[in-house]
Each structure stands twice: as structure tokens, then as C-alpha cells.
């Protein structure tokens, strides 16, 4: 599967995916993230959906401090640093080939008594998922990995594995194709979903997912 899915494209509002870096500042801290999109595509640049769900994470919706919490497709590893910052225990993972790049940054942007809360790790969707504790997170956290039809089964497979009933999903999508609701409806068969917030200026939504409870026959 390439790493690449998308062509360079010259419109201004792209260039800041082409730019080596990117800034902001989450959890009163100045974050620099080491981009490269020529070398490592779409894993090596922030995407908006990351940056919405700092935004939410920062509303204080959902409990960080103490909380085991893991990252898919973390790319540049934002989400995963800004939770860490909050307080969580956070496993950071994206693909192989994206990891060098994602521990840089994780190590480039945390303090030192924050880096023992973060651990990355490979993993790709549905491959060695024994490697992390079945529904051992409270939370699992996902910007813009919804985007690869192909991915969806697998994706959907990983959620289920690492979720129990008092798991909460997040994820920050772009919409942008029909298809990409698929996954919304694949997910809907299997968890309860709600929208907790749109980013209007950006475009993207944040679903939050639960595993219904088991139902208990008497
Ligand atoms: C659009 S990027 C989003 C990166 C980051 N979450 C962000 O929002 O800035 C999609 C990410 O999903 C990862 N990804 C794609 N397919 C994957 C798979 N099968 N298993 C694990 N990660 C995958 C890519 O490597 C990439 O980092």
C-alpha cells in the first residue's frame, strides 16, 4: 500500500503541508513538528483533524490525567503529545516507515518527566494486535485515519480490539469523499457513535464511539 495516496497540489492552502515544519501551541506548551511530506507523505505532516482534536481535548471534555490512552495513525504524533501533556499514559502508533520521524518529534516536544508516559510503537490495523492489551485503553484516539477504503475492515477490527464497554473513541475526520462514511456506518454496526463537535472553519467532525455493554440474558 503506498505511503502516498494523494499528488502534491500547488493551491496556497496546501503549502503548509510542504512546509518542514509546523507550529502551535497546546497545553501551555510551543510545539514544533518536524514535517516531510516529500521523504514520508501523508504520515509527515500535521493534518487539520489533528489539530481540531487538540482543540477538543483542550475543551475538557474527556478526562486525560492518568488515563491509558492510545493513538492510531498518529503520523507526526501531535494528538498523542498534546494527551501526553494533559496528563495521559499514551501509546503513540502509526506504520513502520512513519515511526522515525513520529519518535523525533514525540522527543523533541516533551519534557523530560513527560517521556516516560509515552511509548510509540508500530502498528498497523488488524496486524499483531495481541501486542496490546485486548480493551485495555480508556481511550483511543484518531485523527484523519479515516481515508483508505481498504483500511476500513482492519481499522475497525483494531477498535474492537482495544476497546471494552468503558473505552471512548475519538475520532477527527475530513469528510471527504462518500466512501469515507462508510466507515462511519461499518463503525455504527458495532459501537455507538455521536458527533461531539464540528470544526465549521475546517471542516472537520469529531465522533466519539462507545461499545455498547454486553447484553446479560437472565
Ligand atoms: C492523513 S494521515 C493523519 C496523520 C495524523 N493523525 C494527523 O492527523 O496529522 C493518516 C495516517 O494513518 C496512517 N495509516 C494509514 N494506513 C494505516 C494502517 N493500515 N495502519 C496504521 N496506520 C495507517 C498513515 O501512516 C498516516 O500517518
Given amino acids: 500500500m503506498a505511503l502516498v495516496p494523494y499528488e502534491e497540489n500547488p493551491l496556497p492552502a496546501l503549502s503548509k503541508l510542504h512546509s518542514s515544519s509546523a507550529q502551535f501551541r497546546f497545553a501551555n506548551q510551543e510545539l514544533r513538528l518536524v514535517q516531510d511530506w516529500r521523504r514520508l507523505g501523508v504520515a509527515a505532516v500535521v493534518w487539520d483533524a489533528a489539530v481540531v482534536l487538540c482543540m477538543y481535548l483542550e475543551l475538557g471534555a474527556?478526562?486525560?490525567?492518568?488515563?491509558?490512552?492510545?493513538?492510531?495513525?498518529?503520523?507526526?504524533?501531535?494528538?498523542?503529545?498534546?494527551?501526553?501533556?494533559?496528563?495521559?499514559?499514551?501509546?503513540?502508533?502509526?506504520?513502520?516507515?512513519?515511526?522515525?520521524?513520529l519518535s523525533a518529534n514525540v522527543e523533541a516536544n516533551l519534557p523530560p518527566e513527560s517521556r516516560s508516559s509515552v511509548v510509540v510503537s508500530e502498528l498497523t490495523w488488524g496486524q499483531g494486535l495481541q501486542r496490546f492489551p485486548q480493551g485495555g485503553f480508556d481511550l483511543v484516539l484518531g485523527a484523519d485515519i479515516v481515508?483508505?477504503?481498504?483500511?476500513?475492515?482492519?481499522?475497525?477490527?483494531?477498535?474492537?480490539?482495544l476497546c471494552s464497554e468503558n473505552t471512548i473513541v475519538l475520532l477527527a475526520c475530513k469528510i471527504r469523499y462518500e466512501r469515507d462514511t462508510d466507515f462511519l456506518s461499518m463503525l455504527r454496526g458495532r459501537f455507538s457513535v455521536e458527533e461531539v463537535h464540528y470544526d465549521k472553519d475546517r471542516d472537520i467532525h469529531v465522533y466519539e464511539a462507545r461499545r455498547p455493554p454486553k447484553r446479560r440474558d437472565l
Fill in 147 to 161: 481515508y483508505l477504503e481498504e483500511t476500513f475492515p482492519s481499522l475497525l477490527q483494531t477498535l474492537e480490539h
Fill in 62 to 101: 474527556v478526562e486525560l490525567k492518568g488515563r491509558k490512552a492510545i493513538e492510531l495513525g498518529a503520523g507526526t504524533g501531535l494528538v498523542g503529545i498534546v494527551a501526553a501533556l494533559m496528563g495521559a499514559n499514551v501509546t503513540i502508533t502509526d506504520r513502520q516507515p512513519a515511526l522515525e520521524l
